[in-house]
C-alpha cells in the first residue's frame, strides 16, 4: 500500500514539474512581405547593427524589426539573385551573386 502511495505522489509530482515548465514566453514570427518581383529569400545575415540581411531573386533587402527594404534604394542594377551573404566588418556585405561576387557598404549605400 505504501509503494501505491509513493509511486502516486512521484507521478503527480512529475506531471506538475512538466506543468510549470511549458512556459507560454515565446516569440511569434509574423511573415513579412517582399515586393511583387521577388519571391523566394536564398540567404540572410546579421549585420553588428542588428539588421537583417536577405539576399532574394530580385536583390538585397534588409529588414530593421519594424519594416522591409529594398538596398540599395531599389536600383535596378542591383536586382540581381543573391545567394550568399557574408558580414565582413562593421560596415560591408561580401554577395554572391549570378553575376559574381558584389561589396555592399551598407553605412554608405553602395
Known amino acids: 500500500m505504501m509503494k501505491r502511495y509513493i509511486f502516486l505522489a512521484a507521478f503527480l509530482l512529475l ?3 512538466k506543468a510549470v515548465a511549458q512556459s507560454d514566453n515565446f516569440h511569434y514570427f509574423r511573415n513579412i512581405s517582399l515586393d511583387a518581383k521577388a519571391s523566394t529569400v536564398h540567404t540572410f545575415a546579421q549585420d553588428s ?3 537583417l540581411w536577405l539576399g532574394s531573386n530580385n536583390g538585397l533587402y534588409h529588414y530593421d524589426g519594424y519594416s522591409l527594404h529594398a538596398a ?3 536600383k535596378s542594377a542591383y536586382q540581381t539573385y543573391i545567394y550568399s551573404i557574408v558580414v565582413l566588418d562593421s560596415s560591408r556585405l561580401a554577395l ?4 559574381g561576387v558584389g561589396l555592399y557598404n551598407y553605412r554608405k549605400d553602395c
Open 96 to 99: 554572391g551573386t549570378e553575376r
Open 15 to 17: 506531471m506538475y514539474a
Open 49 to 51: 547593427l542588428g539588421l
Open 72 to 74: 540599395p534604394g531599389g
